[in-house]
């Protein structure tokens, strides 16, 4: 099916690369009309042109309150409406709970908890007044079980599921849906350098293809994931074939969670 989100606009945070980057072409192809945003300015311009369709690029600090309204404001300028929200953006680090900081946590959980409360506080009245939305929000795995060295990582992607059933919760009789996805390992830039640290306090002198073939064989389907796995489901729940489903935090991890 082509044009599965003709006439809709969207935002994508986190678009410089990875699979912010996959999903805002992949939803540029499929008819929406796209805001890319970003921190990275020069890499979020180039996925705005690669994805074509009218997208625009916006620069972004996410942990700040006051580029996330801009962002939306900018939206809404450009486009007139906003029917999708993926809050995407987010870090990535290995640490312990004795080790980490207090900074090391602040900076977690304000990138991948608050602005995801952020991008949905700004975003929601605009949806409401378009007569609904879908709002896909960036969880993990590790916000499902527990998983070594990143504490505050897993706290945040564990605020994001509960913060994803609320909102459905309460704005359902709105007509917004409310999901997020749950990726396992995919190895874009952020994943590398994780496990490149955790080799290193470890160490462990094995190549980053040989850790990814050791992590690979965790999954039932014996591979890690890649962009489009990611961008193929939110595109997904930004379709109205996704339209009865909400609440959801679904795993995207080739089975390593199922129970």
Not at 6 to 29: D, H, N, P, Q, Y
Not at 70 to 82: D, Y
Request: glycine content about 10%; some cysteine.
């Amino acid at each position: 099916m082509a044009g599965r989100l003709e006439g809709k606009v969207a935002i994508v945070t986190g678009a410089a690369s990875g699979i912010g980057r996959t999903t805002a072409e992949l939803f540029a192809a499929e008819g929406a009309r796209v805001m890319c945003a970003d921190i990275q300015a020069e890499a979020v311009r180039e996925t705005a042109r690669l994805a074509g369709h009218g997208a625009v690029a916006c620069t972004v600090d996410v942990s700040q309150a006051q580029d996330i309204e801009r962002m939306v404001a900018e939206t809404i300028a450009a486009f007139g409406k906003l029917d999708v929200l993926y809050a995407n953006a987010g870090i990535a680090e290995a640490t312990n709970a004795i080790d980490m900081t207090l900074e090391q946590w602040n900076r977690m959980i304000s990138i991948n908890l608050t602005s995801v409360w952020l991008s949905s506080k700004y975003a929601l009245p605009h949806m409401i007044a378009g007569g609904g939305g879908s709002i896909i929000n960036q969880s993990s795995t590790a916000g499902l079980i527990g998983i070594p060295d990143i504490p505050h990582y897993s706290a945040a992607k564990t605020g994001v599921v509960g913060l994803t059933r609320q909102i459905a919760a309460q704005y359902g009789p709105q007509n917004i849906r409310c999901n997020a996805i749950c990726p396992s390992s995919i190895p874009t830039p952020l994943v590398a350098g994780v496990w490149k640290t955790r080799a290193l306090k470890a160490n462990d002198t094995s190549s980053l293809e040989e850790q990814q073939a050791v992590v690979a064989a965790k999954h039932p389907l014996r591979r890690l994931g890649v962009t489009a796995d990611c961008a193929n489901l939110a595109l997904f729940l930004a379709s109205d074939e996704s339209s009865w489903i909400t609440g959801v935090a679904m795993p995207l991890d080739g089975g390593l969670t199922m129970s």
